[in-house]
Nanobody, 123 residues
Protein backbone atom coordinates (compact mmCIF):
# COMPACT_ATOMS: atom_id res chain seq x y z
CA UNK A 1 0.00 0.00 0.00
CA UNK A 2 0.93 3.62 -0.44
CA UNK A 3 0.34 6.42 2.03
CA UNK A 4 0.47 10.15 1.37
CA UNK A 5 0.93 12.54 4.27
CA UNK A 6 0.55 16.29 3.81
CA UNK A 7 1.90 18.98 6.10
CA UNK A 8 2.31 22.75 6.16
CA UNK A 9 -1.25 24.00 6.13
CA UNK A 10 -2.56 26.60 8.53
CA UNK A 11 -3.90 30.10 8.94
CA UNK A 12 -2.22 32.94 7.08
CA UNK A 13 -3.10 36.56 6.40
CA UNK A 14 -3.87 37.77 2.87
CA UNK A 15 -0.64 38.37 0.98
CA UNK A 16 1.20 35.82 3.07
CA UNK A 17 2.92 32.58 2.10
CA UNK A 18 2.74 28.91 2.99
CA UNK A 19 4.69 25.87 1.87
CA UNK A 20 2.91 22.53 1.70
CA UNK A 21 4.77 19.23 1.72
CA UNK A 22 3.60 15.75 0.85
CA UNK A 23 5.50 12.56 1.53
CA UNK A 24 4.62 9.31 -0.21
CA UNK A 25 5.62 6.08 1.49
CA UNK A 26 5.05 2.38 1.06
CA UNK A 27 6.05 -0.25 -1.43
CA UNK A 28 6.64 2.26 -4.22
CA UNK A 29 8.46 1.37 -7.42
CA UNK A 30 7.70 4.55 -9.31
CA UNK A 31 5.36 7.53 -9.30
CA UNK A 32 4.60 9.19 -12.62
CA UNK A 33 2.73 12.29 -11.49
CA UNK A 34 2.53 14.03 -8.13
CA UNK A 35 0.46 17.07 -7.49
CA UNK A 36 -2.00 19.10 -5.51
CA UNK A 37 -5.73 19.61 -5.71
CA UNK A 38 -7.91 21.78 -3.53
CA UNK A 39 -11.51 21.77 -2.45
CA UNK A 40 -13.30 24.77 -1.01
CA UNK A 41 -16.51 24.31 1.00
CA UNK A 42 -19.42 23.45 -1.26
CA UNK A 43 -17.23 23.25 -4.36
CA UNK A 44 -15.62 20.56 -6.49
CA UNK A 45 -12.08 19.37 -5.97
CA UNK A 46 -9.91 21.08 -8.57
CA UNK A 47 -6.36 20.84 -9.83
CA UNK A 48 -3.84 23.28 -8.37
CA UNK A 49 -0.64 21.96 -9.94
CA UNK A 50 1.02 18.72 -10.95
CA UNK A 51 4.51 17.61 -11.86
CA UNK A 52 5.81 14.51 -13.60
CA UNK A 53 8.91 12.58 -12.65
CA UNK A 54 10.64 14.21 -15.59
CA UNK A 55 9.79 17.68 -14.37
CA UNK A 56 6.91 18.62 -16.65
CA UNK A 57 4.63 20.98 -14.74
CA UNK A 58 1.03 22.03 -15.19
CA UNK A 59 -0.72 24.75 -13.19
CA UNK A 60 -4.31 25.82 -12.99
CA UNK A 61 -4.53 29.22 -14.64
CA UNK A 62 -5.45 31.06 -11.45
CA UNK A 63 -2.32 29.76 -9.67
CA UNK A 64 0.25 30.73 -12.29
CA UNK A 65 2.78 33.20 -10.95
CA UNK A 66 1.76 32.74 -7.32
CA UNK A 67 2.23 29.03 -6.68
CA UNK A 68 5.30 26.91 -7.40
CA UNK A 69 5.32 23.13 -7.39
CA UNK A 70 8.49 21.10 -6.97
CA UNK A 71 9.38 17.49 -6.41
CA UNK A 72 12.12 15.35 -4.91
CA UNK A 73 11.98 12.06 -6.79
CA UNK A 74 14.51 10.35 -4.54
CA UNK A 75 12.38 11.06 -1.48
CA UNK A 76 8.97 10.66 -3.17
CA UNK A 77 8.02 14.12 -1.98
CA UNK A 78 6.17 16.99 -3.61
CA UNK A 79 6.01 20.59 -2.44
CA UNK A 80 3.77 23.56 -3.10
CA UNK A 81 5.08 27.04 -2.38
CA UNK A 82 2.14 29.42 -2.20
CA UNK A 83 2.76 33.17 -2.27
CA UNK A 84 0.49 36.21 -2.36
CA UNK A 85 -2.30 34.17 -0.84
CA UNK A 86 -5.86 35.41 -1.17
CA UNK A 87 -8.98 34.60 0.85
CA UNK A 88 -10.29 32.67 -2.17
CA UNK A 89 -7.34 30.28 -1.80
CA UNK A 90 -8.94 28.99 1.40
CA UNK A 91 -9.57 25.28 0.93
CA UNK A 92 -8.49 21.82 1.92
CA UNK A 93 -5.42 20.97 -0.15
CA UNK A 94 -4.98 17.35 -1.18
CA UNK A 95 -1.83 15.65 -2.39
CA UNK A 96 -2.15 13.16 -5.23
CA UNK A 97 0.21 10.49 -6.52
CA UNK A 98 -0.94 9.26 -9.90
CA UNK A 99 0.12 6.27 -11.95
CA UNK A 100 1.98 4.68 -9.03
CA UNK A 101 3.60 1.29 -9.51
CA UNK A 102 4.22 -0.78 -6.39
CA UNK A 103 6.26 -3.88 -5.63
CA UNK A 104 3.05 -5.90 -5.31
CA UNK A 105 1.84 -4.79 -8.76
CA UNK A 106 4.45 -3.48 -11.16
CA UNK A 107 2.32 -4.18 -14.25
CA UNK A 108 -0.44 -1.70 -13.52
CA UNK A 109 -0.72 1.58 -11.69
CA UNK A 110 -3.00 3.20 -9.17
CA UNK A 111 -3.88 6.64 -7.86
CA UNK A 112 -3.51 7.64 -4.24
CA UNK A 113 -4.74 10.64 -2.27
CA UNK A 114 -3.66 12.20 0.97
CA UNK A 115 -6.15 13.11 3.67
CA UNK A 116 -5.80 16.81 3.05
CA UNK A 117 -4.47 19.83 4.90
CA UNK A 118 -6.49 22.94 5.64
CA UNK A 119 -5.30 26.29 4.32
CA UNK A 120 -7.16 29.33 5.59
CA UNK A 121 -6.39 32.82 4.32
CA UNK A 122 -7.98 35.43 6.54
CA UNK A 123 -7.18 38.61 8.37
Amino acid sequence: QVQLVESGGGLVQPGGSLRLSCAASGSIVSIDVMGWYRQAPGKERKLVAEITGGGTIRYADSMKGRFTISRDNAKNMVYLQMNSLKPEDTAVYYCIADRVATTSNVHSTSTYWGQGTQVTVSS
